[in-house]
């Protein structure tokens, strides 16, 4: 019969890792606390925080301009990859049952035929992209966290784009390359570069006040 002869504390580290492999982020010490219920309260604050920041808007037609994606990037990398794609699901699952937490305080079904919702579709991988680079602790150094914000924050343009092509289209307005990259790229590329950096400038901070 084989006996394990490795001391007790280091089967119990080999256990605890096994069972709880996710690499920390910033939420894992804001609540050190993990449960289910503290993950559900993350991801609901999460959503809201997203929900406030859409309310800074430029009302620009088809998209408009929010701080939308500076809070799912933050969002994303504060909650890391799970609970911040859970995060933005149930923010876009909000605003489809009628809660005015889009743009402007516009929300139900009826956002689905509108140009600009394909981006909050993308708002989900976004998030979980974003917190897949936190969970590797790019948001703890500024240039990778920028690196990472960046890559984070072209990924609804990935979606919203063709989804904006195809409801123009239905829509009967003109939808070749030119003008879709006029309405939905064009106008958000310095706003996108401001709010990495930001992101890339904050998070790092908040990192060195839990090493203090």
Do not use: C
Not at 19 to 25: T, W
Not at 76 to 93: C, D, E, N, P, T
């Amino acid at each position: 019969m084989w006996i394990d002869h490795t001391p007790r504390t280091q089967r119990e580290t080999h256990v605890q890792y096994s069972v709880n492999p996710q690499p920390m982020v910033l939420a894992d010490h804001l609540v050190p606390s993990r449960t289910w219920l503290t993950d559900l309260g993350l991801i609901v604050a999460g959503s809201a925080v997203v929900a406030a920041l859409a309310q800074i808007a430029i009302p620009t037609w088809p998209v408009p301009i929010t701080g939308q994606t500076l809070g799912v990037i933050l969002v994303g990398a504060i909650l890391g990859s799970r609970r911040g794609a859970a995060a933005m699901l149930l923010y876009l699952l909000e605003g489809i049952a009628g809660l005015p937490v889009f743009a402007e305080f516009s929300g139900g079904p009826a956002m689905i035929t509108k140009p600009s919702f394909g981006f909050i579709i993308g708002f989900v991988f976004a998030a979980y992209a974003m917190g897949w680079f936190s969970e590797r602790r790019w948001d703890q150094h500024p240039w990778k966290g920028f690196v990472g914000f960046s890559i984070a924050s072209v990924i609804p343009f990935l979606f919203g784009v063709p989804y904006m092509a195809w409801m123009l289209a239905r829509m009967g307005y003109a939808h070749d390359l030119a003008t879709v990259i006029d309405l939905g790229v064009t106008p958000f590329i310095v706003g996108g570069v401001i709010k990495a950096g930001i992101a890339a400038i904050a998070l790092p901070i908040l990192w060195k006040r839990f090493r203090a």
